[in-house]
């Protein structure tokens, strides 16, 4: 017999783009339910039956407006919110155009040095990449 799962499990994408020395951040709106206001990794969920690649292109077009091609497979981890648990995994990307628009799911972008990140605050998506990558 198979027990109920409590909490369910999501899955989600993020890219990691950098710029030479800078990488991508967008800006979570100020009306986000999960942490507003907070800087992170563009990306999202991945819809039932789409593959991990094809979530990430479509979420970085979305987000972003910039077409995207995913390079190797960079952490993941698990992500744990009241109402549900998550995957997360990140990968690096090569960008194929530069026009970037952000979405109204975000207030703004920026190209970040690594050294400057802890002028930010970061999602909580984004901080245990962060902490790990920084690592190396």
Known sequence: MTEKIDIPYGLTVRG???NEDKILLVKR???SKTDP???ELPGGKV???ESFDNALIREFKEETNLNIKIGDFSYGFQHDLLHKRTVV???E???LNNDIKISH???DFKWVKLDNLNELTLSSTSKPFFKNFLKK
């Open 37 to 39: 206001n907070k800087w």
């Open 16 to 18: 990691f783009l950098k």
């Open 105 to 107: 799911e975000h207030d």
């Open 93 to 95: 990307l090569i960008a």
């Open 29 to 31: 709106s100020s009306k």
């Open 89 to 91: 995994l990140v990968f």
């Open 47 to 49: 819809d039932f039956g």
